[in-house]
């Protein structure tokens, strides 16, 4: 398996042979295929900008989207929606990309060519216990994004319906309930406050409690 080697901080562990595998370490992230595409990608650095920096570099190339990419440290949960995972050492990272590597040796040659549906697809069926998960993002206009999703679209795609168009057609199912969410009529934000408040007290402190509806005299009461 031929592997490129991102040493982009001093602290990180040096590059090492591997029984099985080409390493080819690189620490100018401008040329990690210099040397022709890899089948993975370690990105050793403990700073998190140039982490993301590199990963939405190669999500975003049709021909590195689907490559397998390790991380060497952990470096948050954003980063982690990007990646396949982190590991102690270079050995650790080829066991966790040589599986996904050999899915993408069965797809098609050229699907990363074929638009951003046939990308998002061919990602996940390299990966197939992997979920499209959101990640929570407070200034986003509904809160939720999908950072994969968003590497792998097509530009001026909108995300949410570009998701629920592949839902809808049967080539994704949702997974879980993560959070639900009220969306204001006319714009679509979600960044109102909307607090429950009693109709006549407008109160806030308020719970639940079962009341009785007489539909004889109309009386409603506990």
């Known amino acids: 398996m031929k592997i490129t080697y991102l040493k982009l901080s001093p602290e990180c562990p040096p590059a090492v042979d591997l029984p099985g595998h080409e390493i080819r370490c690189i ?115 509904r809160v939720y994004t999908y950072p994969l999703a968003e590497l792998l679209a097509e530009a001026q795609t909108e995300i949410e319906r570009w998701l629920e168009k592949l839902t809808e057609r049967g080539y994704l199912e949702p997974a879980a309930l993560v959070d639900r969410l009220r969306l204001c009529p006319a714009c679509g934000g979600c960044h109102h406050n909307y607090v429950d408040a009693c109709p006549h007290s407008r109160s806030i402190d308020i719970v639940q409690k079962p009341f009785l509806h007489c539909f004889t005299c109309g009386h409603v009461g506990p």
């Open 27 to 141: 620490e100018d992230p401008g040329l990690w295929a210099a040397e022709g595409l890899p089948e993975g990608v370690v990105i050793g650095t403990s700073d998190p900008q140039t982490a993301e920096r590199t990963l939405k570099k190669l999500r975003s190339l049709p021909a590195a989207a689907l490559l397998p990419v390790v991380l060497l440290k952990e470096l948050g949960p954003r980063l982690a929606l990007l990646c396949d995972g982190v590991a102690e050492s270079i050995a650790a990272a080829a066991a966790l990309m040589a599986p996904v590597a050999e899915k993408i040796r069965e797809l098609p040659a050229d699907i990363r060519e074929q638009g951003g549906d046939f990308r998002l697809l061919a990602y996940l069926a390299a990966r197939p216990q992997a979920l499209l998960h959101p990640y929570r993002q407070w200034d986003a206009a």
